[in-house]
């Protein structure tokens, strides 16, 4: 949402963390809407910071490892000044870098799912077995 803001929208990073979190759920919606807020107090912290400290709140109660927080983070840190091609491009690379770390996970979880199955159904046997 926030890379369409940008993009088409012509957003500014906290305009589009605003609007992004008018359209997002939980556990996005706050911490989106409190990032635009705390930009529009112009207190002079950076987007990023305030976008990391933000989202690190939200965060905490997911479950997530430290590498999916870390790359879910990094293309704030690289968007304080620079022009809207160049942050859309950086929020590009780090959903696709979570893409891949979703389809890694997604094949290991078909590997278990395989083995549990497996291990059922030779239990089952072996159970049989025991009770003849």
């Given at each position: 949402m926030l890379i369409s803001e940008v993009r088409y929208g012509?957003?500014?990073?906290p305009e589009g963390c605003r609007s992004a979190g008018r359209q997002a759920g939980p556990p996005f919606s706050v911490p989106l809407q409190k990032?635009?807020?705390k930009m529009q107090e112009n207190t002079g912290d950076a987007f990023g910071d305030v976008f990391c400290?933000?989202?690190k709140?939200?965060?905490?109660?997911m479950p997530l490892t430290k590498q999916d927080r870390e790359i879910f983070l990094r293309f704030a840190a690289k968007n304080s000044f620079a022009e809207e091609?160049?942050?859309v491009k950086w929020m590009e690379q780090s959903?696709?870098?979570l893409d891949r770390t979703i389809l890694l996970l997604e094949e290991k979880m078909e590997d278990k799912c395989r083995i549990a199955v497996g291990l059922g159904a030779m239990s089952g046997l072996l159970?049989?077995?025991i009770l003849l």
């Amino acid at each position: 949402m926030l890379i369409s803001e940008v993009r088409y929208g012509k957003a500014t990073l906290p305009e589009g963390c605003r609007s992004a979190g008018r359209q997002a759920g939980p556990p996005f919606s706050v911490p989106l809407q409190k990032i635009y807020e705390k930009m529009q107090e112009n207190t002079g912290d950076a987007f990023g910071d305030v976008f990391c400290s933000c989202m690190k709140e939200a965060m905490e109660t997911m479950p997530l490892t430290k590498q999916d927080r870390e790359i879910f983070l990094r293309f704030a840190a690289k968007n304080s000044f620079a022009e809207e091609a160049m942050q859309v491009k950086w929020m590009e690379q780090s959903r696709d870098m979570l893409d891949r770390t979703i389809l890694l996970l997604e094949e290991k979880m078909e590997d278990k799912c395989r083995i549990a199955v497996g291990l059922g159904a030779m239990s089952g046997l072996l159970l049989i077995i025991i009770l003849l």
